[in-house]
């Protein structure tokens, strides 16, 4: 595969994605593990995983998934090419729907719409989460940690980097002891 070839898979891959970010980008982490593992082949499942837990680590925008893919599949100008297919057409998408928007702001089809997107956003965001629970390495104790992680943000206010550093600190122990 060209470079040039490989630039435009990538824009062909993120360009049509970032118009379905509806909800945020996590919508789309689904989409773009079929594509990139599973379609394309341009990495394993697990390599997937720690390029987005890379991604969500790291200060900054989540669209890093989509730098970070880009990197791996063309080099620099791949994760230029990613970047701005994530963020191009959905920018240039909200600065006309922004007027529209505001000039029919609590019009009934504007609350059917918003209505309907929601479920649909809830719904790509569970897909989401069951592909990355499901590339998980460590077996059941990764996903239990991830499950228990899951419990503590919904019902307590423990910091993210605390939950980071207890899991995987648990994780190592369960390595070492069997």
């Given amino acids: 595969m060209t470079a040039s070839s490989r630039y435009a898979a990538l824009f062909g891959l993120f360009a049509p994605l970032s118009i379905a970010t509806i909800g945020g980008g996590q919508t789309i982490i689904a989409d773009i593990q079929r594509q990139v593992v599973d379609v394309h082949h341009w990495m394993t499942a697990t390599q997937f995983v720690n ?13 890093l998934l989509a730098t970070l893919i880009g990197w791996q599949v063309a080099g620099f100008w791949g994760a230029v090419i990613a970047t701005l297919a ?7 998408l909200i600065y006309g729907v922004a007027h529209l928007w505001r000039r029919h702001q609590r019009a009934r ?15 790509m965001i569970v897909a989401s989460v069951w592909v990355l629970l499901q590339a998980l390495d460590g077996g059941w104790p990764a996903r239990a940690i991830a499950v228990v992680s899951t419990v503590f943000v919904m019902t307590t206010r423990i910091h993210a980097l605390l939950l980071i550093v207890v899991g995987a600190l648990v994780l190592v122990g369960v390595h070492a002891i069997g």
């Avoid at 994530?86 to 240039?92: E, I, Q, R, V, Y």
């Fill in 51 to 63: 390029d987005f837990a890379i991604a969500r680590m790291a200060p900054g925008p989540g669209s």
């Fill in 86 to 92: 994530l963020f191009g057409p959905t920018a240039f």
């Fill in 109 to 123: 089809w504007q609350i059917a719409l918003e209505a309907g997107l929601r479920p649909v956003a809830a719904g």
